[in-house]
């Protein structure tokens, strides 16, 4: 893994380390949504349909993932 993405790696980690259950499912939720807009935007610059249809598919996943950890976070 280039040093580059393992430093992005750990720093994402760091935002979780303190946080309760439900503030960590809240942050993943948003970075679920961050995510399928990544996605999007990827998508957006594809010119291979079958690669342009695979990732509008992963942005819906990260959609679901963010609605289900808003849906399941306590006191939401």
Known sequence: MPESIESA???MAALFQGRSREESMQLL???????AAVYRSLA??????????????AAAREEENA????????GQ
């Open 29 to 35: 939720a948003a970075l679920e949504r961050a995510g």
């Open 9 to 11: 790696v750990q720093s």
């Open 44 to 57: 957006d610059d594809e010119a291979d349909p079958s690669a342009r249809e695979g990732l509008l598919l």
């Open 67 to 74: 609605t289900f950890l808003e849906g399941a976070a306590p």
